[in-house]
T-cell receptor
């Protein structure tokens, strides 16, 4: 079974631009979560989507948004990029059932904002 | 979700057991203990989880104390490929998929 895939793997943008990252979950998984990882803040939860609905949200500004499609693929968007948005963005998928909710992470997209 | 405390780093000789401790003294009765690891520049990898009984799988064993205030992840025969940052996370039953990562333990396996 294929794992979680994320595209692109690397991205360079400049301040003020916007970016869209994509995540394809494991087949049959209905939940997709997004995390940001930086050296200073570690791994931080952004949001989770389940069946095209945002089910949980972390403490990030409104510049960070996401969506999920009917095939469970998800995208996240960051508008008006800032230097501090440079990070590894990780996507994780799971069946979405509770309580056993093992998450499988993708390789991440490394975003550099210049 | 309850807060966890882990040592920042540990060393282990290859072939020996690696025992990684985690304190979660404020854990609630409905919270599971999860362990993930992250090898440099890769996404975190699920290892194991448990509620109150000890658990074992092909990767590791999880020992949870009777009062559930601490746990130990055991890698029975550490290899160089086990060098990674190991995260202990507690998460409530019935919550969505949010994982709250701490700073983890950086395990260095040496020859």
């Amino acid at each position: 079974k294929a794992g979680v895939t994320q595209t692109p793997r690397y991205l360079i943008k400049t301040r003020g631009q916007q970016v869209t990252l994509s995540c394809s979950p494991i087949s049959g998984h209905r939940s997709v979560s997004w995390y940001q990882q930086t050296p200073g803040q570690g791994l931080q939860f952004l949001f989770e989507y389940f069946s095209e609905t945002q089910r949980n949200k972390g403490n990030f500004p409104g510049r960070f948004s996401g969506r999920q499609f009917s095939n469970s693929r998800s995208e996240m968007n960051v508008s008006t990029l800032e230097l501090g948005d440079s990070a590894l963005y990780l996507c994780a998928s799971s069946l979405g059932t509770i309580p056993d909710n093992e998450q499988f992470f993708g390789p991440g997209t490394r975003l550099t904002v210049l | 979700d309850a807060k966890t405390t882990q040592p920042p780093s540990m060393d282990c000789a290859e072939g020996r057991a690696a025992n990684l401790p985690c304190n979660h003294s404020t854990i609630s009765g409905n919270e599971y203990v999860y362990w993930y690891r992250q090898i440099h520049s890769q996404g975190p990898q699920y290892i194991i989880h448990g509620l109150k009984n000890n658990e074992t799988n092909e990767m590791a064993s999880l020992i949870i104390t009777e009062d559930r205030k601490s746990s130990t992840l055991i890698l029975p025969h550490a290899t160089l490929r086990d060098t990674a940052v190991y995260y202990c996370i507690v998460r409530a039953i019935g919550t969505a998929s949010k994982l709250t990562f701490g700073t983890g333990t950086r395990l260095q396996v040496t020859l």
